[in-house]
């Protein structure tokens, strides 16, 4: 069974267009989170959401727009899609945030390419 | 806010060989400190934590870190490297809430 999952896992598009990734964790946690890894491997937290709620919410261009339906699902929401926005997107959850150093269990990513 | 800085960008290891990971870190409170392992076109996984208590931690894989608190140092260690071990190694420091800031990585590559 798989933990964290996404979709797509590959996502060709062209700018300009608005596309979604969809993230949905079977392990129970409250906590979900979206981060983006560039092309240098380079890992950035964008938000988190605890039980639907919006915890963390870093400096993110508003055309990124999380969405929890439930607490076992975090989509992101991308409008109008720049080059730069071509990255790797992982989903992760945790049990927390009842403390800090629960452990994040990630996604396989979902690798965007904007053309 | 917390940083985190991995000084070795990639290392070589020959098989069998012992390891260590370098990665020292920025951050005012009591640290979370973690390590995951990213395989090429793979998802993250944990190695292992370091929150409390005793500053040797031991994780999955046959891996350790030390925890130094003086040396704002929490290192990566194998005693005998395996060719499957080739990989991204990423540390991370987390705040109480959970936000966890990774260094910028380092490839391992395992040598014959």
């Known amino acids: 069974d798989t933990a964290v999952s996404q979709t797509p896992k590959y996502l060709v598009t062209q700018m300009g267009n608005d596309k979604s990734i969809k993230c949905e964790q079977n392990l129970g946690h409250d906590t979900m989170y979206w981060y983006k890894q560039d092309s240098k491997k380079f890992l950035k937290i964008m938000f988190s959401?605890?039980?639907?709620?919006?915890?963390i919410n870093e400096t993110v261009p508003n055309r990124f727009s999380p969405k929890s339906p439930d607490k076992a699902h975090l989509n992101l929401h991308i409008n109008s899609l720049e080059l730069g926005d071509s990255a790797v997107y992982f989903c992760a959850s945790s049990q927390g945030p009842t403390s800090g150093h629960d452990s994040q269990y990630f996604g396989p990513g979902t690798r965007l390419l904007v053309l | 806010a917390q940083s985190v800085t991995q000084p070795d960008i990639h290392i070589t290891v020959s098989e069998g060989a012992s390891l260590e990971l370098r990665c020292n870190y920025s951050y005012g409170a009591t640290p979370y400190l973690f390590w995951y392992v990213q395989s090429p076109g793979q998802g993250l996984q944990l190695l292992l934590k370091?929150?409390?208590?005793?500053?040797l931690v031991q994780g999955i894989k046959g891996f350790e870190a030390e925890f130094k608190r003086s040396q704002s140092s929490f290192n990566l260690r194998k005693p005998s490297v395996h060719w499957s071990d080739a990989a991204e190694y990423f540390c991370?420091?987390?705040?109480?809430?959970?936000?966890?800031?990774f260094g910028t990585g380092t490839r391992l590559l395992v040598s014959p």
């Open positions: 370091y929150f409390s208590g005793d500053t």
């Open positions: 991370a420091v987390g705040d109480r809430f959970q936000k966890l800031v």
């Open positions: 959401y605890n039980n639907k709620e919006l915890i």
